[in-house]
């Protein structure tokens, strides 16, 4: 990567920062590079240039920053304890940061005072940017459409998706649009400073989100109920779903329930002038991870015998 001008994606195998890469280079916006742990599972684009690290590792996100203007910061930690670290790093080497933060937050609340956990963590490291002298946008996104990911199992294997707090709404985001709105502030002028408060269009409760995947998918699913327990148990026993993260959604989700429905935004057709995508259209998206997988066809491994 030649002169200032690259973007350094942390979080780039992740559901956001995937897409941030792609749109990155389809929009030729200059040298891509990536931040993950593991290079070698990445499957990133060929033209990204991937640097093994650990945004914890200080030595490492340094060497990864050489170079760098621009930053997408993805949080992975469930606390703000490496905060102080990373974001001197970034201060350091680079110009401008665009932070997923996340909707949790509450304008106004000390990070300590945050209500939900989650908020508490991005307040505090949204505080640390705004007081580090860099560039910044944060992005506060609401419910991502790719949690739903977790009823991938259960739809395969049947016709019913079970867990608690049925009644919950949701403005459900596509990633494909968290990742429009950063590549704008990423790329473009006139972001510095800015809280983009994200939304999906459309208000849905997890039923009404389980009823949309059957339609797309061409048969009827149902949701089931669970008592909290039984919901949780179900979580913990998904080697996909992080064990420490099943208190803090349920208790999440208890909250929404009780709570004011969510205030929709009109914020990602501002940014980046088109609406955002329906569930309908991210379920169409991912429709094969909700699909048994066909066999492969013999004739597709050929006389090669892979
Ligand atoms: N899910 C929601 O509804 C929601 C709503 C609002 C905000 N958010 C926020 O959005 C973020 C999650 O984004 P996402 O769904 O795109 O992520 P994700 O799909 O969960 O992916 C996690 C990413 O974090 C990276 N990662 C994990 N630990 C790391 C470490 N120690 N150092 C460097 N990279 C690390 C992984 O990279 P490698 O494995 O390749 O290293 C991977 O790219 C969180 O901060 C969350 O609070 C989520």
Known sequence: MSGRCGVLVTGATGNVGRQVVSQLL???????????????????????????????????????????????LMWPF???????????????????????SSGAVRDGVAPQRQPHPV???????????ERSGLRWTRLRPSTFAANTLWWAGQVRGGDVVEGAYGGVPMALLHE???????????????????TYVLTGPEILTQVEQVHIIGEVLGRPLRWRELPRQAAKARLLADDDFPDSFADTL???????LTAPP?????????VTGTPARTYRDWVADHAADFRCAEPVPAARYGSRGR
């Open 26 to 72: 389809a929009a030729r916006a200059g040298g891509v590079r990536a931040l993950t742990r593991d290079p070698d599972t990445a499957r990133l684009p060929r033209d990204v240039d991937v640097r093994r690290g650990d945004l914890a590792d200080s030595d490492a996100l340094t060497a990864a920053l050489d170079g760098v203007d621009t930053v997408f």
């Open 119 to 129: 908020g508490r963590s991005h307040a505090a490291v949204e505080q640390r940017i």
């Open 176 to 194: 494909a649009d968290i990742a429009a709105v950063a590549v704008r502030a990423l790329t473009g002028d006139g972001h510095a400073g800015q």
């Open 250 to 256: 349920l208790d999440g989700y208890a909250g929404m």
């Open 78 to 100: 469930h606390s703000a304890e490496p905060a102080a670290a990373v974001v001197d790093t970034l201060r350091r080497h680079a110009r401008r940061v665009v932070f997923l």
């Open 262 to 270: 969510p205030v929709l935004t009109s914020t990602v057709e501002a």
